[in-house]
Structure formats: C-alpha cells, structure tokens
C-alpha cells in the first residue's frame, strides 16, 4: 500500500473514531433496567398519596379554571388484569389507563419475557390516558370507579365539575370502557362525556379531551447504539400517509386532515382510529418528551372537539400489534375481522420502498416461495441472493468490460485533455471520436449500475423490516435472530463505538469487501493519482462499513456478505476472459 493511502486511511479511521467517542462521551448510551409493573404500581403508593392530598389543596383553583373532580373517599387505587390469547393487560383505575400491554406471542429477548407495548409508565403519563382539554393538559389523575363487565371488558368512570361560558357550575361523567376480543390485537375504547345535573357542554379552548398512545413501546432498544430501530409517527388520510421521526426531546404538531395516527417501531405498533373522525380535532401532537430521566419516549395525542350540552359518545378502534402485512390487512374485509372494520387501511402503516413497493413484493413472493421447501429464512436469504446475482450476471460483466475499457484508453484521455485543456468544444468532439474508435458508448454503464441500485434498494428495504425475520434463527448458537446482529460472545463491558457484543458476520463482510476491491483493482490498469484514490476506497470504505454496520440486522448483513462473495467470483472469472 503507498504512503498516502496509508495516512489517508489512518487519518479517515482517526476522524471516524474520534467522533464515535465524542457522541459517547457527551451523549452516554440509555439503558434503563427493565421494570416489574406489579412493582412499578407498588412504587408510586406514595406519589400517589401526596398527589391526592394536592388535588385536595387545589380543588377551589380547578373550578377557578373550569375543571374539577368529585372526589370519592372510599376509593383506592386497584390493578386489573385482562388476559386474551394474543395479549395481557394491566390497568389501574387510576384515571382508567393502562399500565402494562404484553403482546403473548411475541418475545423480547433482551427483557427476556414478552413485548411491552406500555413501556415508560410513570404518575404523569400512562397509556390510553385522558387528559381533559387539549394535548398539553395533564392526564386525568383521579382514581376512577372500576367495574369488570367480563372476562374481555372493563369500563371506569368519573363525576366532574366544570364551569360554564355563563358562570354557573355543570356536571358530568367521564366514562371509559375498554372491550377485547380473546383472539384480536385490535380492542374497542369508548369514551363517554356524559351530561349530568346544569352541564352546557365541555369546551377548554375548542378541546373536549385528549387521547393518548402509550409513552414508548417495546421491544427495548438503545437508540445510541442500535441505529437500525426507531419510532416512526404516521398520519394517514385516507389517501396515502405521512411519516415523521423526531428527534430526542421533541413535539410537533401535524395540522393535515387525518383518518388514523400511528406510532411505529420497525416491528410492531400503536395504531388509534376513531369511529367518527369528524368530531376529531385535525391537530395531532407528536412528542418524544420524557418525564423519565434517561428514557426516551415516543408518543401521539390525538385531540377531540369540544362537546355540547348533549353529551357524547365516541369509539375508538386501537390496534396493539406486529407491524406485518398478515395481521394489517385483514381490517380492510369485514368478514375477516370481529370488529366488521372495512377499508380502514390499517396495512398502509407498513414500512415500504414507496415506487419500488412493487419489487419488494416480487422478492417477498421469492423468499416466501422458497422457505416453504427450506424452512430456514437464512438459507432462503442465501438463495435469494444467487438467484438474483445470476440474473444480473449479464448486465455485470457488460459493465465490467466497460469500465475496463474505460481504463485502457485513459491515456490517451488524459493526452487530449492536455492537448485541448483551452479548447473544451475541440475535446468534446476529439473524445466522442476516441470512443467511436474503441466501441465505448459512456451510457452503457449508468443503465446495469441503475438496474443493481434499483434492486439492492428494495433488497435493503425487504431484508431490514421483513418481519418473518425476527426472531428467526440461521445458524443456532450464532445468527440467532436475523433482526439483530449476530453474537458470538457477551461481554461484561462495552467496546467503544461497537457495544458489548461480539460480532463475527461484519468481519466476513469487510473481508469479502476488502477482496473483492482487490481483485476489481487487479482486474484494469489504474496509474497515478487514480490509483491512489482507488486504494484508499478499497481500503477506507471498508474500515467505515465496518463501524456503520456492526450492529445492522444480520439478515441485511448476509445478504451484502453472499452477494460479494457471488460477485467476487464472477469478477475472477470476467477477468480471466478480459486476459484471453
């Protein structure tokens, strides 16, 4: 290797490294210890009571600005518990909200038990919690009257005092009931504004209430470290969706008209679709605002209109569930699911490549296809990918030969641009002729290059969200999880920039980079100052892949491996063709 490519690469390693160390240093990496509701419950006992005694307090100061509750001595904060086939739920009463959502049949490997959909529950902010007004008012701290209906319902409620537009104090009851079915991730919330003794309707500045997804939900991930997870929030309107990722510490307000909010992981999410989105206020506010010190939140408040004298009555069907297209597509038939939703486009939530949706299709259908015969998704990845590399095999060899030829006839490119270097039209037309000489047309590589980006695009796109991939094991022992990187050994400790994992599958992936630039660079005739700039990619990208994807899913990164093994061999065998 030359001296310059040598420092270049040092200096590019130092920079890269030293930024990683930098982001550790002033951002350190969350990770909160996973939490026993039952003890989180038991925890806040005395918040709870020093809570009641400052509701006491500042009663008088509620009515003052319209809103208070009617206290009932004789309650005391309770749990519930529903349990179906597919989830268990937990609730205090409260304000009637939810304090655990485990998804039964789904694990999270590093709480070891199931997903936690209700993740950073705390006294000021609960999932499915109210809050009378709009999105900034407090949630509803009350302890609420309970009454388990059945095995699959349970409702809560509660008597306030508001003040009217005239003066004079109105009454009414919140009421929220929660109905499941034993085999659905979809559950029905109504909630009941329900007029009682002088009540002239509940309007806080155009907002009735407000309603709001859980804090965060699981699994557990380590933003600073896992950067192929996140929380995305989706609006859809009927048409088509928008999509939003905030950063730490955020609130945005989405001011479009809407039909469903979500809050997404990369597996599974928190869907809320109003009955009649009429009455629903267009203002949906996003926030990753965390009252937990070092927790990071990911929260939709949806907002109702304010309500008249009459009341209301308003449903809410919440999907709790896998973000795959099995358990989504089924609410747009009505036949298909209990609850007779029809249209509702729960599916569209799904992470796709937009334009090449149809491609991610086509190469779903392939690997599914195949799976059924090999019943290991690691396998069908491998096959995948050689079907697809053979495929393209023409395109890659016509591109190998014309960047071959491209390189030939760089001297004689370079002699025209000293010959011509003030006459930019006379080399224009002097380069044209060169490459009708040797048969060159300078368009005949973009086309096969657009053809593999188009594809590698989708591939990236299937293999990095593909659920049927979590939770699927390769190689037991090693690739346990294609969703995740692979683990050869668990460390007490951290290694800087990479976490406390052991990876082994981005070493072969570097590897397979690293020979497979060799042999391209063995395969022309590179001089000079372009020879240079070649090493240093050979060598310097792939000291940066290595940090950018040691902890991508090991399903994408068996994809990239086998593709550049398939390639290096095909480039050995191009090259002993170019040498004939």
């Given at each position: 290797?030359?001296?310059?490519t040598?420092?270049?690469?040092g ?15 002033l951002m350190?990496?969350n990770?909160?210890p996973?939490?026993?509701?039952s003890?989180?419950?038991v ?16 009663a008088?100061?509620?009515v ?8 009932d ?18 609730f ?47 949630i509803?701290?009350?302890i609420?009257?309970?009454?388990k209906i059945n ?9 306030y005092?508001?003040k009217n537009?005239?003066g ?5 009851t919140?009421?929220?009931?929660y109905?499941?079915d034993d ?19 509940l ?15 699981g699994?557990?991930?380590n933003?600073?470290m896992n950067?192929y997870?996140n929380r ?8 088509s ?10 609130t945005?307000t989405?001011?479009k008209?809407w ?12 869907l ?6 009429d ?8 926030t ?9 939140n ?10 008249n ?18 358990d ?6 009505p ?14 939530s ?12 086509i ?6 296809f195949i799976n ?14 050689a079907i ?9 060899a016509?591109t190998a ?9 760089q ?32 368009l ?6 657009l053809v593999q ?17 979590r ?19 668990t460390?007490g ?7 406390n994992?052991?990876r ?5 992936y ?17 001089v000079?100052?372009?020879?240079t700039?070649?090493?240093l990619?050979?060598?310097g990208?792939?000291?940066?892949f290595?940090?950018l994807?040691?902890?991508?899913p ?6 990239w491996?086998v ?15 170019i040498?004939?």
């Open positions: 290797m030359e001296k310059n040598a420092w270049a690469i200096l590019s390693s130092v920079v890269l490294i030293g930024f990683f160390a930098v982001q550790s240093y350190p990496k990770t909160p996973v939490e026993d509701v003890k989180n419950s925890g806040m006992e005395k918040e709870n009571n020093v809570q009641n005694d400052v509701n006491s307090q500042i008088d100061t509620f003052e600005k319209s809103l208070t509750a009617l206290n001595e004789n309650l005391l904060e309770e749990n519930f518990t529903i349990e179906t086939k597919k989830v268990k739920a937990i205090t009463n409260r304000g009637g909200d939810v304090l655990s959502y485990q998804l039964k049949d789904h694990f999270d490997s590093e709480r070891n038990g199931y997903i936690e959909m209700a993740d950073n529950i705390s006294q000021k902010n609960r999932a499915f919690s109210l809050s009378i007004g709009g999105a900034d008012a407090s509803s701290n009350e609420f009257t309970a009454k095995d699959k319902t349970i409702g809560f409620f509660k008597n005092k508001v537009s005239d004079t104090i109105g009454e009414f919140i009421v929220k009931t109905y499941f085999s659905d991730y979809v559950f029905k919330l109504d909630v009941t504004v329900s007029p009682g003794e002088n009540f002239k309707g309007d806080l500045d155009n907002a009735a209430y407000s309603l709001r997804t859980s804090p965060q939900m699994p557990f991930y933003p600073k950067r997870e995305q929030f989706i609006s859809y309107n009927g048409k969706k928008k999509s939003v990722v905030l950063g730490t510490n955020q945005k989405y001011d008209p039909k469903w909010v979500s809050m997404a992981g990369k597996y599974f999410e928190v809320i679709y109003p009955a009649s989105n009455v629903m206020s267009e203002k949906v506010t996003y990753s605002k965390s009252d937990l010190s070092e927790k990071n990911a929260q939709a408040i949806i907002t109702r209109q304010a309500v004298a009459e009341g209301s009555n308003d449903t809410y069907y919440i999907y709790v569930g896998p973000r795959n297209e099995k989504l597509r089924i609410y747009n038939v036949e298909n699911n209990v609850w007779k939703l029809d249209s509702v486009r729960f599916d569209d799904m992470q796709t490549s937009g334009f090449l949706s149809w491609l991610e299709v190469l779903k259908f392939l690997l599914e059924k015969f090999v019943h290991n998704w690691g396998i069908s990845i491998i096959i995948v990918t697809l590399k053979f495929a393209m095999f023409p395109i890659t016509k030969k014309s960047t071959v030829k491209m390189q030939e006839v001297p004689k490119m370079q002699a025209l641009q000293e010959k011509y270097k003030g006459n930019p039209q006379k080399l224009n037309e002097q380069t044209a002729k060169l490459y009708k000489e040797i048969g060159y047309n300078p005949s590589g973009c086309l096969p290059m980006f188009v594809i590698l695009f989708a591939m990236y796109n299937l293999f990095n969200n593909y659920f049927e991939f939770g699927a094991s390769f190689i037991p022992g090693w690739i346990s999880d294609l969703s995740t990187g692979d683990t050869v050994k460390l400790f951290d290694i800087p920039l990479l976490g994992q052991i082994l599958l981005p070493v072969i570097v590897i397979s980079q690293l020979l497979f630039g060799k042999i391209t660079q063995n395969g022309g005739t590179s000079g100052q372009s020879n700039q070649m090493k990619m050979m060598y990208m792939p000291i940066l290595f940090f994807f040691y902890n991508a090991s399903g994408l990164l068996l994809y491996t593709s550049n093994l398939i390639q290096l061999g095909q480039q050995l065998f191009i090259n002993s063709r040498k004939k």
